[in-house]
């Protein structure tokens, strides 16, 4: 088989860990796509014996891990959801649809969604060797750096089953629009008021999970979350933006909103949004000769369930 010849299907579960069957049409287009196909907690019998050497181990928890990219895109249509929405929601995002005109997520803290996943790698004989990973919960983090294309960074955990060859499956990915790349036409990013002249802008949901495997149950533990960030910004005049002031935590702590948005044709445009940053850190970079301030950002929730607000237009 041949390494990069794989590819991934997802759908969301009606049930916890009960398998929603994926057809072609679930396809999501990935980049990087990455699979630890069997991992996870192990004990040593540790017997007691005459002579030296190792023990069996035994894996108490198997699972799997699944990390890939999607690049950051709409659907080609205001109003209707992007095609991999489903990721979004396993990990931890509300769906809010405002018909032909938008479609928003933001973070929940209880009822997680959760996805089935297809790992399909082509073998010889004109099929795939497929793994059917159920109960998937995960964590995303986005990146928006110039003159690059914006991606979504996703890793999923889910229980573990042997794989095995299933007939050829007819992947369908035509859902998934072409992205488009930042600069200064296609992308801005406002702080408070200002507009800022930025290099880089990423976030990191900061899911944590675990598998919870006790007496009577078994699943993908999301428990917590606390997202964070940089970006990178050239550095304003004082008069324009003191972020010097902003980072003074030890005078008080000072929050901003940010904003960045991307794209500019309906059906292709995302909005991030944060009603309350506190920028964290501060430190000098070279930005192609230009003096930039490399920005550490906490987000931060106003009313809860809040702290950052994808929207796609």
């Known amino acids: 088989m041949k390494f990069k010849s794989k590819t991934l299907l997802a759908k969301l579960e009606a049930s916890y860990g009960v398998d929603p069957l994926p057809i072609g049409t679930d396809g999501i ?23 030296l050497g190792a023990q069996e181990q035994i894996n108490i ?35 809010t649809v405002n018909a032909g005109v938008d479609v928003s997520y933001q973070p929940v803290s209880t009822n997680f969604p959760s996805v089935t996943l297809y790992y399909l790698h082509r073998n010889d004989a004109g099929g795939f060797q497929q793994q059917t990973i159920t109960g998937c919960r995960g964590s995303v983090s986005i990146t928006v750096d110039l003159a690059g294309i914006p991606v979504l960074q996703f890793r999923f955990l889910g ?52 598998m919870r495997n006790v007496t009577g149950a078994r699943y993908v533990n999301l428990f917590d979350r606390a997202p964070s960030g940089q970006t990178t910004v050239d550095a304003p005049a004082l008069s324009a933006k003191d ?6 935590s030890h005078n008080g702590v000072s929050k901003e909103s940010v904003v960045l948005t991307h794209g500019t044709l309906a059906g292709n445009i995302v909005e991030i949004s944060a009603p309350q940053v506190q920028f964290n850190s501060i430190t000098h970079a070279d930005s192609s000769g ?24």
Do not use: W
């Not at 990455?34 to 017997?47: A, E, K, M």
């Not at 920005?295 to 237009?313: Q, S, Y």
């Open 29 to 51: 287009q990935t980049k990087n796509l990455q699979v630890s196909p069997y991992i996870g907690d192990t004990i040593s019998r540790d017997l007691d014996r005459e002579t």
């Open 243 to 248: 972020f010097y002031s902003l980072v003074e």
């Open 61 to 95: 928890n198997p699972h799997v891990e699944v990390t890939f990219e999607v690049e950051l895109a709409g659907s080609g249509t205001a109003g209707n959801a992007p095609a991999y929405s489903s990721l979004l929601k396993a990990c931890g995002f509300e769906e």
């Open 159 to 210: 229980f573990y089953q042997a794989p095995s060859d299933v007939a050829d499956i007819t992947v369908d990915n035509s859902d998934f629009v072409d992205p488009v790349y930042v600069s200064y036409d296609n992308t801005s990013l406002t702080i408070g008021a200002y507009t800022a002249k930025a290099s880089a802008f990423s976030i990191d949901m900061a899911n944590e999970l675990s």
């Open 290 to 313: 230009e003096l930039a301030y490399q920005l550490g950002m906490l987000f931060l929730p106003a009313n809860g369930n809040d702290e950052i607000v994808l929207t796609f237009k």
